[in-house]
């Protein structure tokens, strides 16, 4: 498909929706049901969504590969609407190990805590490993910035921790903050577990 090509079954408003929202979610493509909902596109069938998202994906990866300055922003079109293609594909791989560390089942979920050190977030309440493992929770669940789903869960338990009056932290920019660190965390875990290639080893000359 060209740069700007009309994406057939959809209208530039609902393609907008539908990457604001595919950004937010671990592993997007297995999440359509949640992006579906979280972008207001229920009456389009599953398959299409996927295949949206494949597309989306397949144009932002090939834009990225031919980009001879790998630091530049790289704008593509998905019909009328611009897309930062590396920021697309940077959110995702931000977000993917998070979607990995997570068991699929809610109360699976629940029970799941991050298993390392991490800084103080010196927010006004009190705050530790258990309510930064029940954010990252919310995150899997709603997707990343939908701060007021995650205070509406009760099963998360942080409706008297996060955006409660305007002067005690964590806001919504404290939130924002967290997450992003955490999830970085998250992936440097993953780094860490992921199995080392063995090296060459050098065999000294005899003389």
Request: with cysteine; aromatic share 6%.
């Amino acid at each position: 498909k060209k740069k700007g090509e009309k994406v057939k079954g959809f209208v530039d408003a609902e393609v907008r929706r539908f990457i604001k929202s595919y950004k937010k979610f671990p592993l997007p493509l297995t999440r359509m049901k949640d992006i579906a909902l979280d972008a207001d596109l229920t009456e389009k069938p599953i398959p299409q969504l996927v295949e949206l998202g494949r597309h989306i994906r397949e144009i932002c990866e090939a834009a990225i590969n031919n980009e001879t300055e790998p630091k530049k922003a790289t704008s593509i079109k998905i019909g009328n609407v611009s897309v930062n293609a590396k920021t697309l594909m940077d959110t995702e791989g931000l977000l993917r190990p998070l979607g990995k560390a997570l068991p699929g089942e809610k109360s699976e979920r629940l029970k799941w805590t991050l298993n390392t050190s991490v800084k103080e977030a010196h927010f006004d309440v009190d705050w530790g490993i258990e309510e930064d493992s029940r954010l990252l929770n919310g995150i899997f669940e709603y997707g990343l910035g939908s701060w007021e789903q995650v205070k509406a869960d009760r099963d998360l338990n942080l409706e008297g921790k996060i955006l409660l009056n305007a002067n005690c932290k964590p806001q919504t920019k404290h939130l924002d903050v967290r997450a992003s660190y955490l999830l970085r965390v998250l992936s440097r875990l993953e780094g860490k577990d992921k199995p080392k290639k063995p090296g060459r080893t050098k065999t000294k000359k005899v003389a």
